[in-house]
T-cell receptor, first 115, second 118 residues
């Protein structure tokens, strides 16, 4: 069966450290993978998209890697701040890359950055 | 940036009544919109894919007669929860993919609508 697994339900780290979140998938062949941030009671906010032919993508303090052999993506937040505390969701296209393809989500990792 | 607006943000309704949630793309056109439901501390669960001018495609286990979806224009999709029951209480989120953009481009999410059925 198809699965998207995010390794930790919750992750606590000290301010200034690097947070690393993991997303593993089974029985998907995604053309791209996305990461979203969700704050309590709010809709998800897009952070980064990485395509299957890209190994790494960066945006300010965020870095995403994508290993299609391992079927894994890593999401890093460097120099973490309390404002980074949120739930981070991994998402990928369920089917072939078309306009009708919906995103399916992992359960998310709730990150808490402690000052 | 692109904005998807949902209305209402929260609604309380009596058991047995129907409630409509609107999803609008404010600054782009969206041939396809998606509806999700999220229970507390759970992930987003896809309910249906809404296509402008045609019938929605529902996920397995989602009752199409209970969750009516209408996508009458390129900027508006509505979800109507009919004969609502307390177990329908949840956070409903829509998302939209800009039409004509590169496939794989960002999907934008609304802020969600909290439904409480009493």
């Amino acid at each position: 069966s198809q699965k998207i697994e995010q390794n930790s339900e919750a992750l606590n780290i000290q301010e200034g450290k690097t947070a690393t979140l993991t997303c593993n998938y089974t029985n998907y062949s995604p053309a791209y993978l996305q990461w979203y941030r969700q704050d309590p009671g709010r809709g998800p906010v897009f952070l980064l998209l990485i395509r299957e032919n890209e190994k790494e993508k960066r945006k300010e303090r965020l870095k995403v890697t994508f290993d299609t052999t391992l079927k894994q993506s890593l999401f890093h937040i460097t120099a973490s701040q309390p404002a980074d505390s949120a739930t981070y969701l991994c998402a990928l296209a369920r089917g072939w890359n078309s306009g009708n393809t919906p995103l399916v989500f992992g359960k998310g990792t709730r990150l808490s950055v402690i000052a | 940036g692109a904005v998807v607006s949902q209305h209402p943000s929260w609604v309380i309704c009596k058991s047995g009544t129907s409630v409509k949630i609107e999803c609008r793309s404010l600054d782009f056109q969206a041939t396809t919109m998606f509806w999700y439901r999220q229970f507390p501390k759970q992930s987003l669960m896809l309910m249906a894919t809404s296509n402008e001018g045609s019938k929605a495609t529902y996920e397995q286990g989602v009752e199409k007669d209970k969750f009516l979806i209408n996508h009458a224009s390129l900027t508006l999709s509505t979800l109507t929860v009919t004969s609502a029951h307390p177990e329908d209480s949840s956070f409903y989120i829509c998302s939209a993919r800009p039409t004509g953009g590169e496939t794989g481009n960002t999907i934008y999410f609304g802020e969600g609508s909290w439904l409480t059925v009493v």
